[in-house]
């Protein structure tokens, strides 16, 4: 009975094993529909399935839950000392996919640490690099929402002065026209100069972590 059991437990990994490589929805439906039967697998098989599950999730841009997914696994997969799935380095697939997750969900700083760490073990992965360098200048150009606010407050401003200045101002009130000239010219400067002067600070952060990272990055290579 034992046997029977376990070649009934074994055929839930190889009917997960059919499907396609990239129907990402269908294992995600099958990991659900069979859960249960899943858990009873040894831990290898359950820890591969897991794995797929995790990968499909995110490629289907369920970060959130991937994140968790990975948080989950990489701890076992250490513990276990599980390093390859099917030729996948799974511990730097689960933190790079990690990192990108973080990225795709705009918490740009933990993504690039993760980037760095993973730049760390293997130098002469490129899309590590690759993926640093596109998600830092990517930072860059992220204002944060008080400036945001900030700049289109002041284009809102400039509007209504213009208006003013053009229907009350100027027919009724042209001493002062000189004041609300000049009360323009600063809700222009406020409407972009705060967002360049950020963006300018942040790229070159950006530059600087860049060239940091090559220059480890050739170090490491060159003494392998």
């Not at 599980?82 to 990225?103: E, P």
């Not at 992220?142 to 209504?160: D, G, N």
């Not at 003013?164 to 100027?170: K, P, Y």
């Not at 300018?200 to 290579?221: H, M, N, P």
Request: hydrophobic content about 45%; glycine content about 2%; overall charge positive.
């Amino acid at each position: 009975m034992k046997g029977i059991q376990k070649t009934y437990q074994r055929s839930t990994y190889f009917d997960f094993l059919k499907i396609e490589t990239t129907s990402w929805r269908e294992k995600v439906r099958f990991f659900e529909r069979r859960y249960e039967d899943i858990i009873d697998l040894d831990y290898k098989d359950q820890l591969e399935i897991w794995y797929d599950y995790g990968v499909a999730c995110h490629e289907l841009g369920e970060y959130h839950k991937f994140i968790n997914i990975a948080d989950e696994l990489i701890p076992s997969v250490i513990k276990n000392n599980i390093t390859h799935i099917r030729d996948v380095n799974v511990y730097n697939s689960l933190l790079y996919k990690k990192a990108c997750s973080h990225i795709n969900l705009e918490q740009i700083d933990k993504g690039l640490y993760i980037l760095s760490e993973l730049i760390k073990i293997d130098a002469n992965e490129l899309i590590y690099i690759k993926t640093f360098i596109q998600a830092s200048v990517q930072k860059a150009f992220l204002v944060p929402e008080p400036l945001k606010k900030l700049c289109v407050a002041s284009v809102i401003i400039f509007i209504l002065i213009s208006i003013s200045e053009l229907l009350i101002v100027s027919p009724f009130f042209e001493n002062w026209s000189g004041v609300l000239d000049q009360a323009k010219i600063v809700a222009l400067i406020f409407s972009f100069v705060p967002a360049i002067i950020y963006f300018s600070v942040e790229y070159f952060k950006a530059q600087r972590s860049i060239r940091k990272l090559l220059k480890y990055a050739r170090t490491k290579q060159k003494q392998q």
